[in-house]
């Protein structure tokens, strides 16, 4: 079996009702793995869960909000089973910081930095007391480590990811969970296309080394390395997937 295959893996991945989310959600499916999709829209999430099945895969869906502890607690039997945890729910609320309101910055905090924190302490719980360990995937963004206007309560909150990653990576290595972190650049989805179609967006793409966004699919190699063995002595790492944009000139 090559080492990348996930057969006999449970994969949580939470955010999975579209996006980033439900692609991860389908390439660990490919990999092999009995994938377990969280989100808060249970439509959406069933169609996610039901395509991935209808392609041959394992798929179950759960409803969950990682802003909530009762939610995450509801999620237990699930987060019981699980040697991989795709940490990848996230939202931002973009504005200039001078005007960016409190329900805002608690909205995104909340999620992105608490939700990452409860879902990682309670899949790490449950990994410690069934002693096979696992991994923790935290999807960052190039935004936590550079900086860019009107997204001030996300980039904090993805910095945030990044040191819980490495913090956590220290903790719990002696438990044999590794944790690492994907900070993807500027990607083209369904969602965003139109943006890139214009005048800003493409001013946005020719600072990029590459010229170009990049695809879900190229998220596909750094999530399936650092979901099985083939990193088996990774932890604490980052990995940027951003067509060189972090190296961009100053
Ligand atoms: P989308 O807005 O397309 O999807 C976000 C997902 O998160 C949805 O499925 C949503 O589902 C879920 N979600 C939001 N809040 C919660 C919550 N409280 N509990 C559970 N699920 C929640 O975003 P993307 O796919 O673009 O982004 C996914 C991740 O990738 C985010 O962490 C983002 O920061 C990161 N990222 C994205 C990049 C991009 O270019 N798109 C670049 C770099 C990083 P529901 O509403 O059903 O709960």
């Not at 099945?53 to 237990?76: E, F, N």
Request: glycine fraction near 12%; charge should be neutral.
């Amino acid at each position: 079996m090559s080492r990348w295959k996930l057969e006999g893996r449970v994969a949580l991945v939470t955010g999975a009702s579209g996006g980033l989310g439900a692609h991860f959600a389908k390439v660990l499916a490919e990999a092999g793995a009995e994938v377990i999709v969280g989100a808060r829209r249970q439509e959406a999430l069933a169609d996610v869960a039901g395509s991935i099945v209808a392609a041959g895969g394992k798929c179950s869906a759960i409803a969950l909000d990682v802003s909530d502890m009762a939610s995450i607690s509801a999620a237990t039997p699930a987060l019981e089973r699980v040697d991989i945890l795709v940490n990848n729910a996230g939202i931002v609320r973009d504005g200039p910081a001078l005007s960016h309101g409190e329900a805002d910055w608690d909205a995104v905090i909340d999620t992105n930095l608490k939700g990452m924190f409860l879902m990682s302490q309670a899949a790490a719980r449950a990994m410690e007391a069934r002693q096979k360990g696992g991994s923790i995937i935290n999807i960052a963004s190039i935004l936590g480590l550079r900086q860019a206007g009107g997204v001030v309560s996300y980039a904090v909150s993805k910095s945030g990811a990044i040191q819980m990653t490495k913090t956590l990576a220290l903790e719990w290595a002696r438990l044999g969970i590794r944790v690492n972190a994907l900070a993807p650049g500027y990607l083209e989805t369904e969602l965003n296309a139109d943006f890139w179609a214009s005048e800003a967006g493409k001013a946005m793409i020719r600072r990029i080394p590459q010229r170009r966004l990049g695809n879900l699919q190229e998220l596909d190699g750094p999530l399936l390395l650092l979901a099985s063995d083939l990193s088996s002595y990774m932890t604490g790492s980052v990995i940027e997937v951003d067509g060189g944009h972090l190296v961009s000139t100053l």
